[in-house]
């Protein structure tokens, strides 16, 4: 029997985690104020967060700001090569101590009264002490500092001391992120570059997009006819019953769209690389490489096969990171990350060039997906509103839906396995006290 959220229920009377069904979940989860509040103290102050590649810390000293929620951080490289993920706000009166997004310090001071901060969060020295003899003392007044574990040099912190080993929270995306980056074609993988924009409408839309394959042949039309018919082929994965989804537990779920490139390592030589990239194999065989390597590089730079959702805030999609964090019920940061190669100049400079421009005609401000995505993410807010007792559907391939040999619950790449899964997670969290 189907379960419809209807007016006689009263579904604004329900608690939280009685919005999410099997099948279905409460339109009211995209535009209520209070669910969204909760799900900054349940999920984005509980859960390990996303902060950081190791790539963007290359050195001592190095720096990056962002927020774990709404709470702003800043994520350092110590002296000592330990990674630290300190609260931007001074111990004395509040202030925050960087504004700057990313950089290299020696450490923080408070523009206000001047107290200073080491790269580990230690207080380092209060201007005028004399005022502060018997009262207080350094000891313990550091910046406060939030758990942070890393895992396949992805840097993820958390609020919660409490929480589970991150490896465990992982848990089986653990495979797909070590697959992940072997698009590094043979070379560690490092950042690029970020751009960020904001949308309107509430998070939990934007978490659906990236493991839902049903929209791309008619929201990415555009793209699909803009690029070569090698691309459009090997995207072309509607009717292609080796294309499917896998929940991996804890809300974490891949898509694999193209299932021949899941593992970048598994190459049995017949698949031709693509013409327009000739330019670019001459000028790496000119470097000196042998075919193998230049093959392992080609192939590798449109990334893998699949899209990788981390519950709550990260997917690692195909060759980038995209990153969420909410603002408001109806307002959300979207942070693109570009990724490339990290080797000798004259071998991964050209390869990180094109990959550039792939990501540029896609994920860029002005390529041909990431409009067409958020077009669709607002009209889902502004619709959302409407019919505030109407349910979200979440229900496509529940029919089909099997266990596959590692025991995922598995479908269709179009189906919404990714979804429910998410939404599995939400529900747990939310209903935690």
Partial sequence: ???????????????????????????????????FELEMSKIFERAWIWVAHESELPRAGSFKSTHVGRQPVIVTKDRKGNINTLLNRCRHRGASVCEKRSGHANGFTCPYHAWSYGLDGTLRGIPYPDG?????????????????????????????????????YLGDATLWMDRFFKQGGGYPVKVLGTHRFKFRGNWKIQLENTTDGYHFPIVHRSWMASVDSETSDMMSFMTDPAAITHDLGNGHSVMQMVPEHSDLDVDDGSEPLQGRFDDLVSELRGTGLDDAAVRKLVRAMHGTGFNLNLFPNVSMSISFF????????????????????????EIVDPVNRERLRVHE????????????????????????????????????????ESASEEGWPTSHVTDETGMRAAYGKWKEMMSDD
């Fill in 1 to 35: 029997m189907t379960v419809e959220f209807t007016a006689a229920e009263k579904v604004y009377d329900l608690a939280p985690a009685e919005l999410v069904r099997h099948d279905r979940v409460a339109g009211r989860m995209y535009t209520d104020p209070e669910i």
């Fill in 132 to 168: 502060y003899e018997d009262v207080m003392g350094k000891e313990g007044m550091g910046l406060k500092k939030l758990r942070t574990e890393t895992y396949a040099g992805m840097v993820f912190a958390t609020l919660d001391s409490d929480a589970q080993p991150l490896e465990k």
């Fill in 322 to 345: 995209r990153i969420l964090r909410p603002i408001s019920v109806d307002e959300t940061w979207i942070e693109h990350v570009a990724l490339g190669s990290d080797g000798p100049p």
């Fill in 361 to 400: 005609h896609f994920q860029g401000p002005f390529g041909f997906g990431t409009p067409d995505d958020a077009e669709g993410w607002d009209r889902v807010q502004r619709g959302a509103i409407g019919g505030p007792e109407l349910p979200i559907m979440v229900n496509r391939g529940l029919g089909r």
